[in-house]
Nanobody, 116 residues
Framework: VQLVESGGGSVQVGGSLWLSCAAS????????MGWYRQVPGNERELVAT???????TYADSVKGRFTISIDMASKTVYLQMNNLKPGDTAVYYC???????????WGQGTQVTVSS
């Protein structure tokens, strides 16, 4: 299974960015897909997830600013990030939970930098 991320980059405070992640390979069934982020020296933290049925979960810090969506046909998950803050600066990782295996798949990570 491969997760190919795109998007991200650098933006000023208050700006917007989007991320996308396309999954391919031997995927039996998607339970959830989502985004996590990590700052050097800190643990990876949940940003947002979405289930096969479209149920979403967001970190409190991004509620109202970020929107996660999914195209099940293409197995692509998106993250629209608005009103970005310096605290959103991190490497963002795509995640896929396949119902058939006891572990998650991860993308390679994409950098998001928000400057003031």
């Amino acid at each position: 299974v491969q997760l190919v991320e795109s998007g991200g980059g650098s933006v000023q405070v208050g700006g917007s960015l989007w991320l996308s992640c396309a999954a391919s390979g031997s995927i039996v069934g998607i339970n959830t897909m989502g985004w996590y982020r990590q700052v050097p020296g800190n643990e990876r933290e949940l940003v947002a997830t979405i289930t096969f049925g479209g149920y979403t979960t967001y970190a409190d810090s991004v509620k109202g600013r970020f929107t996660i969506s999914i195209d099940m046909a293409s197995k692509t998950v998106y993250l629209q990030m608005n009103n970005l803050k310096p605290g959103d600066t991190a490497v963002y990782y795509c995640n896929l939970d396949d119902v058939s295996v006891p572990y998650d798949y991860w993308g390679q990570g994409t950098q998001v930098t928000v400057s003031s």
